[in-house]
T-cell receptor
Framework: AQSVAQPEDQVNVAEGNPLTVKCTYS??????LFWYVQYPNRGLQFLLK??????LVKGSYGFEAEFNKSQTSFHLKKPSALVSYSALYFC?????????FGAGTRLTVNP | DTGVSQNPRHKITKRGQNVTFRCDPI?????LYWYRQTLGQGPEFLTY????????KSRLLSDRFSAERPKGSFSTLEIQRTEQGDSAMYLC???????????????FGPGTRLTVL
């Protein structure tokens, strides 16, 4: 079965510094990978997805993610963090029937 | 706003009562999904509709849970004889047809937070 893991429960960065939120995957077949962000009391907002093609995927709000097949990773990145990015970030992989989400990483950007 | 909407946003009920949630997907989307999210976890898939047909159901969807999408537009999720373990956020998502099932993007609603006392 397809699965993703987010090895860090929490990530803290200073405003203006680059941020990385990590995700590793385990799939049989082609990986279809997604990143979502969730603000308090809100639903999930789609950031970006990897289906095929260029390993560097660009998405909403200037976020990007790098697909690395050899390391089975799909880390989310942003060159410069803002306090408003503080939220819960979920990596997900599509299975035939559903979307499998990681447990989430809480990103805190400190002013 | 043309996003996915869910009602109610919050529901508090007593154990043993029945509850029903509604989801209105984005109007041109014919795929609709229900998920459950408990505190500190990612969403877990419950069920999937293609138009009015319920095509997939998770093992998480016990006999007390039922979902419908009678006209292929809005959907309802009913939980009968609620238990404290049903307390969670229930999320609805929709996606357009035209892309493969595994590659389409799901757009989520704000969720319904259920508290069972």
């Amino acid at each position: 079965a397809q699965s993703v893991a987010q090895p860090e429960d929490q990530v803290n960065v200073a405003e203006g510094n680059p941020l990385t939120v990590k995700c590793t995957y385990s799939v049989s077949g082609n990986p279809y990978l997604f990143w979502y962000v969730q603000y308090p009391n809100r639903g999930l907002q789609f950031l970006l997805k990897y289906i095929t093609g260029d390993n560097l995927v660009k998405g909403s709000y200037g976020f990007e993610a790098e697909f690395n097949k050899s390391q089975t990773s799909f880390h989310l990145k942003k060159p410069s963090a803002l306090v408003s990015y503080s939220a819960l970030y979920f990596c997900a992989v599509r299975d035939l029937s559903d979307m499998r989400f990681g447990a989430g990483t809480r990103l805190t950007v400190n002013p | 706003d043309t996003g996915v909407s869910q009602n109610p946003r919050h529901k508090i009920t007593k154990r043993g009562q029945n509850v029903t949630f509604r989801c209105d997907p984005i109007s041109e989307h014919n795929r609709l999904y229900w998920y459950r999210q408990t505190l500190g976890q990612g969403p877990e898939f419950l069920t999937y509709f293609q138009n009015e047909a319920q095509l997939e159901k998770s093992r998480l969807l016990s006999d007390r849970f039922s979902a419908e999408r009678p006209k292929g537009s809005f959907s309802t999720l009913e939980i009968q004889r609620t238990e404290q373990g049903d307390s969670a956020m229930y999320l609805c998502a929709s996606s357009p047809s035209g892309l493969g099932r595994s590659t389409d993007t799901q757009y989520f609603g704000p969720g319904t937070r259920l508290t069972v006392l």
